[in-house]
């Protein structure tokens, strides 16, 4: 998914929201853990190592062989026409640059890693993984969360950003919209018309990091058959598989189930919509607003 949610946030009003003190220290993760697959558009076996860092430090990643470009997971470095996944670059014109990050991003988000060095080998590619944000959850609870201390010692405030009134961004018949609610609230609409297999779907959860972990996290990213070979043919999902992606046939249906949620493709899409708004996070500060954010049919990436 491009960064369209984060980036309608960032150019709405300062008076509609504001940063909101969560009464909780930034965290960082409690030891480094990797995981390694094969990322989604090349194809080449990648691993991305996760980092312990300091509070106020936030989310960054660092490339194999680029280790002196630094790039944090920061909207202002998200590429306004990335295809099919969320690409970082440091800078306009840069050469360094982080694909398929939103998976990754968004199961930081959920699980409050407000900190974090991420440092890939084997390509500029996140590991795509089975194609969900489940490995990832299971990768972080399996070393744990801790404080983050800065480089003085010193825990600092996590702040949170606080909806205050109405904001929309609507394009066609495509929109986001975000209201004042007390916690973070998604609701999520999804209309495939020539397939009728996944048809039109709505979600509508409160989030925290146990529904996260359970409802959100496993749900895999998906795509239509009979679009795959155009999308091969523009350079894109190499590393597409069975095994780390749903695929659906116009009259077919799905051509590998089970799937794990009746309604996972639209589970999926929040998934992606939380690793998007993650990009909001400055200096080790959540991303994610205070909100009730009301979406249906945005232009999302697997």
Not at 32 to 50: D, E, I, P
Not at 63 to 89: I, Y
Not at 110 to 136: F, K, M, T
Request: net charge negative.
């Amino acid at each position: 998914m491009s960064s369209t949610a984060a980036r309608a946030l960032t150019s709405v009003s300062r008076a509609a929201f504001s940063w909101k003190p969560t009464g909780r220290p930034q965290q960082t993760l409690a030891a480094a853990v990797s995981r390694s697959g094969v990322g989604l558009h090349l194809g080449a076996c990648v691993t991305a190592t996760l980092f312990p860092t300091q509070a106020g430090e936030g989310r960054y990643f660092l490339v194999e062989g680029e280790e002196e470009a630094r790039v944090a997971a920061e909207v202002r470095n998200a590429e306004p026409r990335s295809q099919l996944c969320t690409t970082l670059r440091r800078g306009e014109g840069a050469h360094t640059r982080v694909r398929t990050v939103e998976h990754l991003l968004s199961a930081m988000e959920a699980l409050g890693v407000d900190n974090c060095r991420i440092e890939l080998s084997g390509g500029d590619e996140i590991p795509l993984l089975d194609g969900s944000a489940q490995e990832w959850v299971e990768a972080i609870q399996s070393v744990g969360l801790c404080a983050a201390e800065d480089a003085n010692g010193q825990k600092l405030d996590k702040l949170a950003p606080e909806i205050h009134e109405p904001v929309y961004l609507r394009r066609d018949d495509c929109f986001i919209a975000a209201f004042p609610s007390s916690q973070i609230h998604i609701t999520y609409g999804i209309d495939f018309p020539k397939v009728p297999t996944i048809g039109c779907q709505w979600v509508s959860t409160y989030l925290d990091d146990n529904i996260y972990s359970s409802k959100i996290a496993p749900a895999r990213t998906f795509c239509i058959f009979e679009e795959v070979e155009e999308m091969r043919a523009a350079g894109l999902i190499k590393g597409g598989s069975l095994e780390n992606a749903m695929v659906c046939s116009i009259s077919g249906g799905w051509l590998n189930p089970p799937l794990r949620f009746e309604d996972e493709p639209c589970r999926h899409k929040i998934l992606d919509l939380i690793g998007d708004f993650s990009l909001f996070a400055q200096n080790g500060n959540q991303g994610f607003p205070i909100a009730h954010i009301i979406a249906y049919k945005l232009t999302t990436a697997p």
